[in-house]
C-alpha cells in the first residue's frame, strides 16, 4: 500500500542538528514533487519545504530558508531533510507528503506518520 | 504571501447536522483549494482538491465549494467519525499557506 514512514526526529539542543528522512513505498516515488509540512505541539499545520521530482526545482518556507535544505534520492525512494540551527520554535512534528505529480498540482497527499522533532536545552 | 483564514475556528454540532465551514483567501486563487481532516494524534488527510474535486474514497457527504477567495467545505449529514480538525489550503502560489484550522466537536 501506499506508505511514507519518518524518522530521524527527536530531542536537540538549540543551534544544533538534525536530518529528517522519509522512505517511500507502495507508489512511484520519483513520479511526485515532495514536502516537508510541520507543526508545533497545539497549532495548525505549516508547509516548509517542496522539491520537484528531478530535485532541480525547490522552495523554503521564510521561516526555514538559510537553515533547512531538502533533498531526495529517486534511487533510494527517499526524501530527506537537513535540519542546522535549530530553535526553540522549531520543535514540532514534521510530515513529509506527495504534493502531485506536476508543478500544477500543490495539495497534500499522501502522508507520513510524523516524526517529532524537540529543541530544547 | 496568502493568508487563509478559516471561520469559525470551531464548532459544535450533533450526529445528523449539516455543517459549513468558511475559508477566505487574502486574494484570488481561482480553485487552487485543499481542504484536509485531521483526528488527533494523526496525520491530515486530504479530503478535497481543486476547491470541488472529492478525492477518491472520501464519503459524499463531504463536498466543496467556491473560487476566487471564498470557499465552503460541507459535511452534509455529521457522522461520529467526522468529529475532527479541519484545515484548507490554498495551492495557488508559493508560500503555501494553510487555514487556522476549524475543530468539529460533539455537541
Known amino acids: 500500500q501506499v506508505q511514507l514512514v519518518e524518522s530521524g526526529g527527536g530531542l536537540v539542543k538549540p543551534g544544533g542538528s538534525l536530518r529528517l528522512s522519509c522512505a517511500a513505498s507502495?507508489?512511484?516515488?520519483?513520479?511526485?514533487?515532495m514536502s516537508w509540512i510541520r507543526q508545533a505541539p497545539g497549532k495548525g499545520l505549516e508547509w516548509i519545504s517542496y522539491?520537484?521530482?528531478?530535485?532541480?526545482?525547490?522552495y523554503y518556507a521564510d521561516s526555514v530558508r538559510g537553515r533547512f535544505t531538502i533533498s531526495r534520492d529517486n534511487a533510494k525512494n527517499s526524501l530527506y531533510l537537513q535540519m542546522n540551527s535549530l530553535r526553540a520554535e522549531d520543535t514540532a512534528v514534521y510530515y513529509c507528503a506527495g504534493t502531485g505529480k506536476a508543478l500544477l498540482y500543490k495539495w497534500f497527499d499522501p502522508w507520513g506518520q510524523g516524526t517529532l522533532v524537540t529543541v530544547s536545552s | 504571501d496568502i493568508q487563509m483564514t478559516q471561520s469559525p475556528s470551531s464548532v459544535s454540532a450533533s450526529v445528523g447536522d449539516r455543517v459549513t465551514i468558511t475559508c477566505r483567501a487574502s486574494q484570488g486563487i481561482s480553485s487552487w483549494l485543499a481542504w484536509y481532516q485531521q483526528k488527533p494524534g494523526k496525520a491530515p488527510r486530504l479530503l478535497i482538491y481543486a476547491a470541488s474535486n472529492l478525492l477518491s474514497g472520501v464519503p459524499s457527504r463531504f463536498s466543496g465549494s467556491g473560487s476566487g477567495s471564498d470557499f465552503t467545505l460541507t459535511i452534509s449529514c455529521l457522522q461520529p467519525e467526522d468529529f475532527a480538525t479541519y484545515y484548507c489550503q490554498q495551492a495557488n502560489s508559493f508560500p503555501l499557506t494553510f487555514g487556522g484550522g476549524t475543530k468539529v466537536e460533539i455537541k
Open positions: 507502495g507508489f512511484s516515488f520519483s513520479d511526485y514533487y
Open positions: 522539491i520537484s521530482t528531478s530535485g532541480t526545482t525547490i
